[in-house]
């Protein structure tokens, strides 16, 4: 159940991204997506297009490939200051993740190739030490791991389609101390799946789509609740929301050793109507308000534009420069300090090294700066600023 509030939590507020997209969903998996703020459909090719464009593969080298990522996300302490009264003001703590990925993808087989990749495509963390943001927030955690294998057959030397199967395990926290405390934890494991379509017209051209089903997360776990310090609740608890469905549209042009890449995507967050936990059995009646009653989400599909360009310097070393707007999907009267979302706007750039015919390394780095938001409903009449998350990736790649 913790996992559970935490990624409505998260889908309250960032992302990732791990975030760092639209609330709590982390495009961004791998050092050469970073350097290109998420813009890596059309153009990813080697191990890590079985995560990005699975139908890509068909058109990489006929050599096996693997990639290892270690990557690394700052979040800066967001500042809310209060319309109302100073001593609501606070600020969430500063934190810290490290946070690895690995790409597989096979040579031909009469046109089929095979991949595999281990990432973690959403999650969110956010802590408050001031008294009033504690009441709600204390702490809301939220890890997510995906595994997915997948597979593309090449129709023919133009026309490329691409899918496999999204194993998802997910853990999650969430605390509120105040007179009325509660402390959950949770976990699930749930399945999707994810398609693509490339269309090369030209050696130069890429035209592709890729879709990620929506997972509807049922978080199981305990959870226990108190009243002015004494348990009132010890025992099961479950609630279910969605990890949203993605429509990416992409197409990449290179221009002698430059390569162009414009990215839309689409994220189905209106999927997300309300966050409702069920117990296994009854809670005391002056918890209802707070822990029992659904909470309204209601949150709005979201649109995001991304473009990327990869320049070949020269022989070895590859420079990469990214930007990106992304949309919020909570809207004003749904806000709360488990995840005070925004607009944002993505920076990024990087670089890769090729050591040698076989090995290559690079890194990416990428700057996520939320728009301030002045809120006002029932919980909150303020402003957040300050939002901001750095990640920064270092990649080896290999072929063998």
């Known amino acids: 159940m913790k996992n559970i509030v935490l990624k409505t939590t998260a889908l309250t507020v960032l992302s990732s991204t791990i975030l760092l997209a639209s609330a709590w969903r982390i495009p961004e998996q791998s050092a050469q997506s970073l350097a290109l703020s998420g813009a890596y459909i059309a153009s990813s090719y080697s191990a890590s297009s079985s995560y990005y464009n699975p139908a890509n593969m068909s058109f990489n080298d006929n050599k096996r490939e693997l990639e290892i990522d270690f990557g690394y996300i700052h979040l800066d302490s967001i500042n809310y200051k209060d319309n109302r009264v100073s001593t609501y003001n606070g600020n969430s703590k500063k934190e810290d993740f490290f946070v690895p990925t690995i790409f597989l993808s096979s040579c031909d087989h009469d046109g089929v190739r095979y991949g595999f990749s ?18 709600y927030a204390q702490e809301f955690t939220l890890k997510i791991i995906e595994f997915n294998p997948v597979v593309s057959y090449k129709i023919n030397p133009k026309f490329s389609i691409g899918g496999g199967l999204r194993a998802i395990y997910s853990e999650g926290i969430v605390k509120s101390d105040g007179q009325i405390t509660r402390n959950m934890k949770g976990d699930t494991i749930e399945y999707g799946y994810n398609l693509a379509l ?3 017209p030209t050696s130069i051209d890429n035209l592709s789509v890729t879709y990620r089903s929506n997972i509807d997360l049922k978080e199981e776990g305990n959870a226990k609740l108190y009243v002015s310090g004494t348990k009132v609740y010890d025992g099961g608890t479950s609630v279910t929301v969605p990890l949203p469905a993605v429509l990416a549209l992409s197409y990449a042009h290179t221009f002698n050793k430059t390569t162009v890449e414009f990215t839309y995507d689409k994220t189905y967050w209106s999927t997300y109507k309300a966050l409702n936990f069920e117990y296994s059995s009854n809670i005391p009646a002056i918890l209802y308000p707070y822990f029992d009653a659904p909470k309204n989400r209601n949150w709005e599909d979201t649109n995001a534009y991304r473009i990327g360009i990869t320049h070949q310097y020269s022989e070895k070393l590859t420079l990469m420069v990214g930007f990106g707007i992304d949309k919020t999907p909570a809207p004003q009267e749904n806000i709360s300090f488990e995840l005070p979302d925004s607009d ?7 670089a890769d090294y090729k050591l040698d015919d076989k090995r290559t390394i690079g890194f990416g780095y990428l700057l996520d700066v939320k728009e301030d938001r002045t809120v006002q409903n029932d919980t909150i009449n303020g402003t957040f600023t300050n939002a901001k ?6 990649a080896y790649k290999m072929s063998f």
Do not use: E, N, R, V
Request: no cysteine.
């Open 389 to 394: 998350a750095h990640l920064l990736s270092f």
């Open 118 to 135: 281990i990432t973690t495509p959403g999650g969110l963390s956010k802590q408050w030490d001031d008294p009033y943001q504690k009441l």
């Open 344 to 350: 944002a706007k993505l920076y990024s750039f990087g």
């Open 198 to 200: 490339a269309y090369k």
